[in-house]
């Protein structure tokens, strides 16, 4: 069955470096996202990305955040200075087109900020 | 106003329960809605979608949508101790979906034991 594939699977970083995260999402789908999820929190909306584009971002998605598809196959996250409060698993996704879609999560990257 | 809503329990019942898990939701424009499970740090895993009201059934699951009352219900028939997980309800929220953000209810938590 086709899986959304993220790297890596923990990422510890110091307060005030960059970190990028990886994700391959599944190779027909044609929109992409990141969510990210606070120990303990329910399960947040960060940014969409259709067509070389960001199609919505939330509040949280604030100047540090930037994502990029480099390549036909990658989708990346990137926070460039980051605080404590960013600790978190972060989900990418990528879902199709018609009623019969599904949101498809990848496993997680853990990002611990110290 | 919480968009999704969702007791985050914890909920603990005996294998071979029929458990019962539930969502309400604020607006009357979403008309799309999935169930998600989730074990402990890994990614949401899509278990059903449901578009209209009524029941869907997918072997031991059933999902079932009120939307005079903006109801939404998992019901896990026989459960298993592999059911532990905990469970997220989510919506596009409007029309189309398939590339709308998904807003998700704070999940809760289920113990099967045997």
């Known amino acids: 069955e086709p899986e959304v594939t993220q790297t890596p699977s923990h990422q510890v970083t110091q307060m005030g470096q960059e970190v990028i995260l990886r994700c391959v999402p599944i190779?027909?789908?044609?929109?992409f996202y990141w969510y990210r999820q606070i120990l303990g929190q329910k399960v947040e909306f960060l940014v969409s990305?259709?067509?070389?584009?960001?199609?919505?971002k939330s509040e949280i998605f604030d100047d540090q955040f930037s994502v990029e598809r480099p390549d036909g196959s990658n989708f990346t996250l990137k926070i460039r200075s980051t605080k404590l409060e960013d600790s978190a698993m972060y989900f990418c996704?990528?879902?199709?087109?018609?009623?019969?879609?599904?949101?498809?999560f990848g496993s997680g990257t853990r990002l611990t900020v110290v | 106003q919480k968009e999704v809503e969702q007791d985050p329990g914890p909920l603990s019942v005996p294998e071979g329960a029929i458990v019962s898990l539930n969502c309400t939701y604020s607006?009357?424009?979403?008309?799309?809605f999935m169930w998600y499970r989730q074990y402990s740090r890994k990614g949401p895993e899509l278990l059903m979608y449901?578009?209209?009201?009524g029941n869907k059934e997918d072997g031991r699951f059933t999902a079932q949508v009120d939307k005079s009352s903006k109801y939404i219900s998992l019901f896990i028939r026989d459960s298993q101790p592999s059911d532990s997980a905990t469970y997220l309800c989510?919506?596009?929220?409007?029309?189309?979906?398939?590339?709308?953000?998904?807003?998700f209810g704070a999940g809760t938590r289920l113990a099967v034991h045997p």
């Open positions: 996704a990528s879902s199709g087109v018609g009623a019969n879609y599904g949101y498809t």
């Open positions: 190779s027909n789908h044609l929109y």
């Open positions: 990305f259709y067509n070389n584009e960001i199609s919505e």
């Open positions: 607006n009357s424009a979403f008309q799309y």
């Open positions: 449901t578009y209209s009201s």
């Open positions: 989510a919506s596009p929220g409007g029309v189309s979906g398939g590339y709308n953000k998904l807003i």
